[in-house]
């Protein structure tokens, strides 16, 4: 199976979690998946008013959430369970605004024996500036 289809495919495993969401993981049901697979993953929304914090910003709270959940994602791209977190960082370096298109990357940088390092950063679609950049690491259990 060439590369592409197995992206195509994980997206589409990952958007049916999404949507089949009752609990937590409903936040990110305006988030759209577009590819992934072999530790990456990649997705985007539109900024909507539900996202925003009282200055009208990107809230500062759901970029984590989207960082937490994007890195977990490319993690599942993986033979491992998708494990807890260990440590969560998350830099802010611009604001988005309701409208904004905005593209979320996640790498699996490293998997050992029990921990695993995820990178991830947002990036305005418009001209790809960074929003927020962070990383995610996560205690695991992957399958030898």
Not at 72 to 85: D, E, F, I, N, Q
Request: net charge positive; hydrophobic share 40%.
């Amino acid at each position: 199976m060439g590369t592409r289809k197995k992206g195509l495919e994980f997206a589409k495993h990952i958007s049916e979690i999404i949507a089949k969401a009752t609990g937590f993981e409903r936040h990110l049901e305006k988030v759209k998946i577009l590819d992934g697979g072999d530790g990456l993953c990649t997705a985007e929304f539109t900024v909507a008013p539900e996202h925003l914090n009282k200055a009208g910003g990107l809230h500062g709270g759901y970029t984590a959430t989207l960082v937490d959940m994007i890195t977990t994602y490319a993690l599942m791209s993986k033979p491992c369970h998708p494990g807890v977190s260990v440590d969560i960082n998350v830099s802010y370096l611009k604001s988005a605004r309701v409208g904004d298109e905005v593209l979320i990357e996640a790498n699996l940088v490293r998997a050992g024996k029990s921990l695993a390092f995820i990178d991830c950063q947002l990036r305005h679609k418009k001209d790809n500036s960074v929003i927020a950049k962070g990383t995610h690491t996560k205690y695991v259990n992957f399958e030898q």
